[in-house]
Each structure stands twice: as C-alpha cells, then as structure tokens.
C-alpha cells in the first residue's frame, strides 16, 4: 500500500511540473483569411462570453470579430483610419465601448458591432479605458474609466438617451456622461483598471508612477514610484 501510494504521488508531481512546448505549425492563409486578416499590429484582443467569440482590435482601424471555437472570421467593423487604441464591454447593457485615436469614445452592438453612441470632440486621445457596474444605494449604472496622452484619467456613466433625444431615424440611443476628469500624470497613460475590492482606479503612466484614486471621495490620489518606463 505504501509503495502504490508514494508511486501515485510521484506521478502526480510529474504531470504537475511536466510542461511540454511545441513549434507551431506553418498554415497556408486562404484567400479569405488573407482578406479577413488585420492589416497592422493588433493592440487589443478581447473574449466576448456572449455568443463564444473573440473581439480584436487594430491598428489599422478596425474592429474584427472572430469565432471562439475555429477563429472563423464573423464581422468587421471600421472606424475610419485611426488606430483603435483599446475595447472594453458593458455586460449588462450587451454593448462595447472602443477608444480611437481619433479622439471618440464609440458604443457599439456587441453582435452588430453597429454604433449606438458616442462622445467626441475629446481634449485628448484616449489610449485606455475599463468598464464595470456599479452599485450604490440600490442604483446600478455602467462605468466607463478612461486615460489619455495628456495624463488625465476620466470616468463616465453610461446614460440611455430619452425618446425626445433620440430623433426618428438615429441610432444613437446612448450618451456618456462625464462625471470627473484630473490629471494625475506628466506623461501618456497606459493603463487603467477599476479594482472593485478598494473602490479605486488604478493607472499607470509613461511617467514611471502608479496612481490609486478612490472613483468616489476622489482627494489626494496614492502613488507608487520607482518603476522603469
């Protein structure tokens, strides 16, 4: 019994700490493929739940929507020629906000990838953005946290515009609602990320510094220093 026992954990070790790695292998693109495929550096590659697919974005401007079980192309979307710099999704609301280079926010159908809303004429680019629901005092709204090349981190809510809004042929029917914007770097923002268990926004800069800043008593933020660019 002892013996069959140790030799039970030897073998569970061995597959534990067995990592095999093999070369991929050489695929001829079809035509297809090869008129499907992004034509400049992806920068976002994002897995929608809904429906098992895979969300890309790209340099090149566009938006590209893949299958989760074969990578089968599905859907493209394009935003003109800039750069889509990130994608974030809104679950409740079945919508994905994109950040352009363009300096516009887009809401997009998740499965049409049509546009239902957006925020122009931004003071910066965006170049980062999270989204998140949140709670309070039984109210639920979506948030959108954005950071931009001017250093400055803003966050929005997610409004539905009413029917006087939406005129009779838009499609438009949703808003952001700019709630706070402050600086709190000197240099391009590369990151933020909404971090539910401390309330706070998490950003990280070209400037070397993380920031912590609490999304509702806002103050003075918290900084991590020490970083290589």
């Known amino acids: 019994y002892m013996l069959l026992q140790n030799q039970g954990k030897q073998a569970m070790l061995e597959n534990e700490t067995h990592a095999e790695y093999t070369e991929p292998e050489e695929r001829t693109l079809t035509l297809d493929q090869e008129r499907n495929q992004h034509r400049d550096m992806i920068d976002r590659i994002l897995y929608l739940p809904t429906g098992d697919r895979w969300a890309t974005t790209s340099r090149d401007g566009t938006i590209r929507l893949w299958s989760g079980k074969d990578l089968h192309h599905l859907k493209t979307y394009r935003c ?3 750069w889509v710099t990130d994608l974030g999704i809104l679950p409740r609301q079945n919508k994905l906000v994109a950040a352009t280079f363009s300096r516009v926010l887009r809401v997009h159908d998740m499965t049409t990838l049509e546009v239902v ?25 979506d948030r959108v946290a954005t950071g931009d090349n001017g250093g400055y ?17 838009s499609k438009d029917n949703w808003r952001m609602e700019r709630l706070w914007k402050v600086c709190l770097h000197t240099d391009w923002v590369s990151k933020v ?14 400037d070397r510094t993380l920031c912590l800043y609490d999304v509702e008593r806002r103050g003075l933020p918290r900084r991590l220093i020490g970083h290589a660019k």
């Open 80 to 82: 003109g020629k800039a």
């Open 153 to 169: 981190v803003q966050m929005y809510q997610m409004m539905e515009r009413d029917d006087d809004d939406k005129g009779l042929e």
């Open 117 to 141: 809303g957006k925020q122009t004429e931004l003071e910066h680019t965006p170049l980062t953005l999270d989204c998140w629901t949140h709670t309070h005092a039984d109210k639920i709204s």
């Open 193 to 206: 990320r909404y971090m539910s268990d401390l309330n706070v926004l998490c950003s990280a800069s070209l």
